[in-house]
């Protein structure tokens, strides 16, 4: 089954730390993208990208970082820079940056501050 | 700065009504626009739109594009306690091949 998973569906963090959320896709896809959602809001863009070893920041990339040495694996640190980390966060990936991107969606991680 | 704007922001209705969510945009080089439904969890592929007029369609729910408008409108007839969940929009457009997302509409349907 081609899919995107992440790891862990709940996570609590303690104010301070450092914590790393896992994306792995096995759609064969060359991007991929983090997400940011709160109550209410839309999706918001931390950080994407188009191809192994290369990363862009999105919109909200302050207060986290990101690494992609495989294609299947985009793993999102959110550091304690990160004032309000507490939100719902989406992994996504499509075949590439090109026109009609659709996107495909894991199940997310719930991360709560406490 | 690409705008994405739906509304409303939240309904409630009761099983066998029917709906209409509206997705208007503000972008430069319109690409598509794409619908999403997120019932808990992951968001899920309804369309992409890309031509004014023409009407896509799956089971109860139908959508269409206004290009001139800038609109977007995503019908769900005789709706189901399954149509309950939130219902993004997003626009591809301009240089960028990331969409841009709406704050979404959250959908609760009543038995």
């Known amino acids: 089954d081609g899919g995107i998973t992440q790891s862990p569906k709940y996570l609590f963090r303690k104010e301070g730390q450092n914590v790393t959320l896992s994306c792995e896709q096995n759609l064969n896809h060359d991007a991929m993208y983090w997400y940011r959602q709160d109550p209410g809001q839309g999706l918001r863009l931390i950080y994407y990208s188009q191809i192994v070893n290369d990363f862009q920041k999105g919109d909200i990339a302050e207060g986290y970082s990101v690494s992609r040495e495989k294609k299947e694996s985009f793993p999102l640190t959110v550091t304690s820079a990160q004032k309000n980390p507490t939100a719902f966060y989406l992994c996504?990936?499509?075949?590439?940056?090109?026109?009609?991107?659709?996107?495909?969606f894991g199940p997310g991680t719930r991360l709560t501050v406490l | 700065e690409d705008k994405v704007v739906q509304s409303p922001l939240s309904l409630v209705v009761h099983e066998g009504d029917t709906v209409t969510l509206n997705c208007s945009y503000e972008?430069?080089?319109?690409?598509?626009l794409l619908w999403y439904k997120q019932e808990k969890k992951a968001p899920t592929f309804l369309f992409m739109l890309?031509?004014?007029?023409i009407e896509k369609k799956s089971g109860r729910l139908s959508s269409i594009l206004d290009k001139k408008e800038l609109f977007s409108i995503l019908n769900i007839t005789a709706t189901q306690t399954g149509d309950s969940a939130v219902y993004l929009c997003a626009v591809e457009a301009g240089g960028s091949y990331i969409p841009t997302f709406g704050r979404g509409t959250s959908l609760i349907v009543h038995p």
């Open positions: 996504a990936s499509s075949i590439g940056l090109v026109i009609y991107n659709e996107q495909f």
């Open positions: 972008v430069t080089n319109f690409r598509s």
């Open positions: 890309t031509s004014s007029g």
